[in-house]
């Protein structure tokens, strides 16, 4: 299971540093990734760091000003926003999976719950 935290109500402007937390198995070789849902729109990929924690890569509307990593305690996952915008108000979701990076959602079996960030203009 994973559980994604960490998100709240800003400003635009603003920083947010968002985490997810794997439990019920070892999840710390897995590749991991952020997606987002805004409302009336479609899951879309954020960010992703595979599980060596070598490799990265970034949705081109974030690249700059999100930074994602893996804790200490291998098991977690943080995605650090900066320089938040309006548009990037939506449902936050952390997903896994176990080889490869993977940029669609339907490359990921795991899941978490998703947590809302609101920027406000």
């Known amino acids: 299971q994973l559980q994604a935290s960490g998100g709240g109500l800003v400003q635009a402007g603003g920083s947010l540093r968002l985490s997810c937390a794997a439990s019920?198995?070892?999840?710390?070789?897995?590749?991991k990734a952020w997606f987002r849902q805004a409302p009336g729109k479609e899951r879309e990929f954020v960010a992703t760091i595979s599980g060596s924690g070598v490799s990265t890569s970034y949705a081109d509307s974030v690249k700059g000003r999100f930074t994602i990593s893996r804790g200490n305690a291998k098991n977690t996952m943080y995605l650090q926003m900066n320089s938040l915008k309006s548009e990037d108000t939506a449902v936050y979701y952390c997903?896994?999976?176990?080889?490869?990076?993977?940029?669609?959602?339907?490359?990921?079996?795991?899941w978490g719950q998703g947590t809302l960030v609101t920027v406000s203009s």
């Open positions: 997903a896994g999976r176990k080889y490869g990076l993977g940029f669609s959602p339907r490359d990921y079996d795991y």
């Open positions: 019920g198995r070892t999840f710390s070789s897995y590749t």
